[in-house]
């Protein structure tokens, strides 16, 4: 399924892209979609290899069964096809290749994942043809720790949820947290992403 351009969700017949079975399949994902009105659900934009290696850490060195087995985003389609996006989540199911402690997820890599779900806004909003297409950067992120992010050989789902707080120009400030399927949070973070006034 290309990204963006078929809608999923935990009754379709259609055999959807694997990374969304993946999620699809497991209970708690799939009741979290179930609660989601009007609901868009498909594999995250960024896991797609580009052909001048751009967004490469998440489309192929992260890509793989033991480290980020699957990444699929949702949100709930704005009445308005016109209205820009302000929520969004993400489901990423983690491996022991992205391990500090063992078990534990890096801290460097959830910092990862907080910033690409965070800027999943942008991406989606660029995608749907509501935003300006421009790149953008980070800013800063800043991250607060609240339990470790566990992994497993056999993968550990987390969910991360992100919302657009303020928007100022160029700049559009958010923030978002990480929850395991017990709803425990597990960070959170607040950033800053700037519109390029051109392409890097």
């Given at each position: 399924m290309a990204a963006g351009t078929q809608k999923q969700t935990p009754t379709r017949e259609a055999v959807p892209d694997p990374e969304v079975a993946h999620f699809l399949a497991i209970p708690w994902c799939a009741a979290q979609l179930a609660a989601t009105p009007d609901l868009v659900f498909e594999k995250c934009i960024t896991r797609t290899p580009?052909?001048?290696?751009e967004e490469a850490l998440m489309a192929q060195t992260l890509n793989r069964p033991d480290a980020i087995k699957a990444y699929a985003v949702f949100y709930s389609q704005p009445a308005n096809p016109q209205?820009?996006?302000?929520?969004?989540g993400a489901f990423l199911t983690l491996g022991p290749m992205?391990?500090?402690w063992r078990g534990i997820?890096?801290?460097?890599?959830?910092m990862t994942i907080m910033d690409e779900c965070l800027g999943q806004l942008a991406a989606i909003n660029r995608h749907r043809g509501v935003a300006?297409?421009?790149?953008?950067?980070?800013?800063?992120?800043?991250?607060?720790?609240?339990?470790?992010?566990?992994?497993?050989?056999?993968?550990?789902?987390?969910m991360v949820k992100a919302r657009i707080t303020k928007r100022e120009g160029r700049k559009q400030?958010?923030?978002?947290?990480?929850?395991?399927?017990?709803?425990t949070v597990l960070?959170?973070?607040?950033?800053?992403?700037i519109q390029?006034?051109?392409k890097i």
């Open positions: 580009k052909p001048q290696y209205d820009l996006l302000t929520e969004v992205v391990n500090g997820c890096h801290g460097g890599i959830v300006p297409n421009a790149e953008q950067m980070t800013a800063y992120l800043n991250t607060k720790f609240l339990s470790p992010v566990r992994t497993s050989t056999d993968g550990t789902t987390v400030f958010v923030e978002g947290h990480m929850e395991d399927a017990n709803g960070c959170r973070s607040e950033g800053l992403f390029l006034l051109a």
